[in-house]
């Protein structure tokens, strides 16, 4: 595999594949594909390609396979595990997506759509929509990922418990792999049993298998009827049982329960514009409900009204607000989103992007609360995520005045400390991120060691040179 820069001979030949317009070598244009979103990754490369077809993604990797040049996929850059950055000091070549950006064809009878990976996923759902049908993956960044990254990293987003994650979303994949091969495997079936499924290989690989340049998603039909709550509860323990009454009462009407800190809701009002907290008494967690109903707006009402009444009647409901439109109900799941970004001001944070089974889940979070503010005295936990699905965003802002970098300093100790803990409740430390460079020997620390020697036999059979995302997920040989 090539590590030092390439000749200028093989730069014109990759040039030639794309053409200079779409070759880029300038540092001030290649600068946004080298960082990614939370600044905690930079990378080196000699250029960005951005094919824009996927005979060009074909010919790059027949090329780069000929003279063992590392290639790093790219879709919209959003993701926060350094899964497509480049490694520093490398001569990795970064493959840009965004170019293919197809929509190839909407099915809405066969409820599938058919789209180059290069498609932001909001305009999928704007395809969907269109025809009166749902692509329910949604994510805070929807605006600018792209459905390849999205499959590259199985993501979840918050209808998982509904709808599942990417890997249930999918029924199909185009790849071209690190030969230059173009694998077709865009099949619409829902029932396909013939042979291994390679299609769950390349979802969740990370770039580190093949480049995935197409894609066939399920669509599903619109709800009838929809509708947003937002209650306050005393503690976690009151969540999850009101959880446990929405799925006895909702079954699967039950599309979103997302679980936020006070901390959190401080935050998002504090520093989102536009947000303000629905509710006029302070409560020390809150639950977003989302129900969605096949037959009738009223019976997504009348759903939502007997669930809090129920939980108002058990104690487990302190306050809480129906939304009255489709524009607050926005707005409510816009505060939900922006608790990420509302933590930047605040300072350094360290994240953490986990799952436990959901019954741990307020033991999970009483350990780990402890752990870390014996830790970190002073520091300030906003934890959120999808309580539906187990999928905790276990984050801790720096405490009020403390050094940020030295903070920041201690993300592998802290990391440690609360990963144990997942660990021990049979949980996962990556739960919707992916593992990337930021996770990567981690992985190798936690999975028996079978495992590991099962997934870099996968990679080897795939990619033997080496060439392919390398130094992501599983350690490069050099």
């Known amino acids: ?45 000699p250029m960005v390609l951005r094919p824009g077809s996927v005979d060009e993604v074909s010919r790059i990797m027949k090329l780069a396979s000929a003279t063992r040049t590392a290639i790093v996929p790219q879709g919209g850059n959003t993701g926060h595990v350094a899964g497509q950055i480049p490694r520093e000091g490398k001569a990795d070549i970064v493959l840009s997506l965004e170019r293919l950006n197809r929509m190839r064809d909407v099915d809405p009878v066969g409820n599938v759509i058919v789209a180059d990976a290069g498609c932001i996923l909001a305009d999928i759902q704007k ?50 792999l690190p030969t230059g091969e173009i694998w077709d495997g865009l099949r619409r079936l829902k029932k396909d049993n013939t042979g291994y499924d390679l299609r769950d290989l390349f979802i969740g690989a990370e770039g580190t298998l093949g480049i995935i340049t197409g894609a066939v998603l399920k669509l599903f039909p619109k709800p009838l009827g929809h509708q947003v709550a937002f209650a306050g509860v005393g503690s976690v323990e009151h969540a999850l049982a009101l ?38 008494t302070v409560h020390p967690w809150y ?92 520091g300030r936990i906003c934890s959120f995520g999808h309580m539906g699905d187990g999928n905790i965003h276990y984050n801790i802002s720096q405490p009020v005045g403390a050094d940020k970098q030295a903070f920041l300093d201690r993300w592998r100790e802290i990391n440690a400390i609360v990963h144990g803990i997942v660990l021990k409740y049979n949980g996962s430390i990556s739960a919707e991120h992916g593992i990337g460079q930021l996770k990567r020997d981690e992985l190798a620390e936690i999975r028996a060691p079978i495992e590991i020697e099962l997934m870099q036999r996968i990679k080897h059979a795939f990619d033997p040179a080496g060439i392919m995302n390398p130094d992501k997920v599983l350690r490069a040989d050099r």
């Open 127 to 176: 395809a969907a929509d269109d025809h009166n049908r749902l692509f329910p993956l949604s994510l805070g960044s929807e605006g600018s990922a792209r459905i390849g990254g999205n499959l590259s990293t199985n993501a979840g987003g918050t209808a998982v418990l509904a709808y599942g994650n990417m890997r249930q979303l999918c029924l199909g994949l185009e790849v071209v």
């Open 243 to 280: 959880f446990e009454k929405a799925s006895s009462l909702c079954g699967p009407a039950l599309t979103g329960f997302e679980l936020m800190p006070r901390l959190g809701v401080e935050f998002t009002t504090k520093h989102i514009p536009g947000v303000r907290d629905p509710l006029e």
């Open 287 to 378: 639950v977003l409900i989302d129900i969605s109903t096949s037959d009738s707006a009223e019976s997504a009402e009348r759903m939502v009204n007997d669930l809090l009444e129920q939980g108002f009647a058990a104690g487990l409901v302190e306050n809480a607000v129906i939304a009255a439109n489709e524009t607050q109900g926005k707005a409510l799941w816009h505060m939900r989103e922006s608790m990420s970004p509302a933590q930047k001001p605040e300072g350094g944070s360290i994240k953490h992007d986990v799952s436990v089974p959901i019954s741990s889940i307020p033991a999970f979070m009483k350990e780990a609360d402890a752990a870390v503010m014996k830790a970190i005295p002073g």
């Open 1 to 45: 595999m090539t590590t030092t820069l390439p000749s200028p001979e093989l730069i014109a030949s990759f040039v030639e594949i794309v053409g200079s317009a779409n070759a880029l070598t300038a540092e001030a244009d290649k600068a946004r594909y080298l960082v990614e979103s939370r600044g905690l990754y930079r990378g080196t490369t």
